[in-house]
Structure formats: C-alpha cells, structure tokens
Nanobody, 124 residues
Framework: QVQLVETGGGLVQAGGSLRLSCAAA????????MGWFRQAPGKEREFVAG????????LYADSVKGRFTISRDNAKNTVYLQMNSLKPEDTAVYYC?????????????????WGRGTQVTVSS
C-alpha cells in the first residue's frame, strides 16, 4: 500500500518561512515525478511545484517562483518544499503527490497517489 505523509505545516507570519516534507512509503518513487499542490477554501486544487525523479528538472507555479524551492532525497524517499517570503495568499492545505512517470505535469488528475495534506496558514 502506498502512503504519502506530509509534515511541516503550521502558522507563520507573512514574510516567514516553512519547510514541508513528504515521506513516501510502500514503494520506491526515485524514478517518478513528485509534486506539491495546494487548495484554499472555496478554490480548486492548484499546482505549486514539481520535480522529476532524477531531480534535474523542477517546475514552479508563477505565483511561487523565486520564493519556493522543491527538492528530493531519493535515498529517504522524501520530497521537500522550502517556502520563503510567505504571503497570506499562500494559506492553504498543501498536498504532495506522485505521478508514476518520469514526465512532469501540473494537472492534479495526472497524479495517482496523494497524501492527506498539511495546513499552512500565513497571517498578515
């Protein structure tokens, strides 16, 4: 059984930083694309950042480019999202997901495995 567990969320003031982690268990994802998505109340789930299995290619939403950094440690089957210069509009539940392919996509329906999410709240 595949499990993804996100940790690291919390409450932070605007301008602050958080580091999210997503630990994968049940199989090895080192060759698969992994992504971070977020969903704010009343809004659709949106792509935040993605990384290919080799970690040589990353992709970011325009809204977080330059502030967020995605990385992965395949030895630990873990993907990270370093979030700096946080803004109130970054408030959402953040989810990690795995796409059983080397290709990197931004569409949520192309990802097969999902964690339960971790809440990030940025106060102004």
């Amino acid at each position: 059984q595949v499990q993804l567990v996100e940790t690291g969320g919390g409450l932070v003031q605007a301008g602050g930083s958080l580091r999210l982690s997503c630990a994968a268990a049940g199989r090895t994802f080192s060759s698969y694309a992994m992504g971070w998505f977020r969903q704010a109340p009343g809004k659709e789930r949106e792509f935040v950042a993605g990384i290919r299995g080799s970690a040589t290619t990353t992709l970011y939403a325009d809204s977080v480019k330059g502030r967020f950094t995605i990385s992965r440690d395949n030895a630990k089957n873990t993907v990270y999202l370093q979030m700096n210069s946080l803004k109130p509009e970054d408030t959402a539940v953040y989810y990690c997901a795995v796409r059983p392919s080397t290709a990197l996509f931004t569409t949520p329906r192309t990802y097969d495995y999902w964690g339960r999410g971790t809440q990030v709240t940025v106060s102004s």
